[in-house]
DNA sequence: ATTTTCTATGTAGCAATGCTACATAGGGGT
DNA sequence: ACCCCTATGTAGCATTGCTACATAGAAAAT
């Protein structure tokens, strides 16, 4: 019936990454803070699952910009409602804050 | 400098579940939803990062229960300074999640 | 001239983590 | 007899995460 994927945490934030626009490799490890031997493999299986697309940016663009060019991501629909998904799990984490810093007045 | 270990989500988790005051493994698996398979050995890694400190209930109250004694598990100091960091880490999801909410009118 | 820094993507190889399935055990119910 | 509930736990495997390294062009520094 459900055959959206669990999502571990660092999934989740990659997903949450990109839709927050940050779209690209580089960028993504700048928010998170995760290194690239962490992110790079984990979009490629984010995208083996077809949660996420990618498209090279023009050559024109990035020469441009003199700099090397991006890969951006985006979310696929189904990336959407297994962030979604994701979501409402993840805010388990959160009550019990909330529910612990109401205990102790 | 900063010795405290980086906690994956799940560890982080639990060590915020028992601050929580869900103090056993059973009732652990329970909130959290993560199988036995997960959440014993992650317990024992906790407690040999001494992030967590444990002692079995006495045979007689869990005889009067009627059940098995439970081991309680509570956070050592270091625990609630570890948690308080990953706490902070971890706010970086809530953030991108209100930034993305803010964006679409 | 050469080295370093910055942007950008990526992999190899290892260690750590997470999960499914199973094991154990006593009490209570059908 | 058999199953369900509480409770803890492990074996073995698959997945994930990380450190360290590789590549490459442009700019800045020495």
């Known amino acids: 019936m459900d055959d959206t ?15 927050s626009g940050y779209s690209y490799g580089f960028d993504i490890m700048d928010v998170t803070g995760l290194p690239s031997g962490t992110v790079y493999p984990a979009l490629r299986r984010l995208q083996q699952l077809e949660l996420i697309k990618s498209n090279w940016e023009g050559e024109r663009t990035a020469f441009a ?8 991501y985006r979310l696929t629909r189904e990336g959407k409602e297994t ?7 993840y805010a388990l984490f ?9 205990k102790r007045r």
């Open 94 to 102: 959160e009550q019990l804050v909330t529910a612990e810093k109401s």
């Open 65 to 72: 910009e003199q700099r090397p060019p991006r890969k951006y």
């Open 5 to 19: 994927p669990k999502l571990s945490y660092t999934s989740a934030l990659l997903l949450q990454t990109i839709r």
């Open 83 to 89: 962030l979604a998904k994701a979501l409402e799990r």
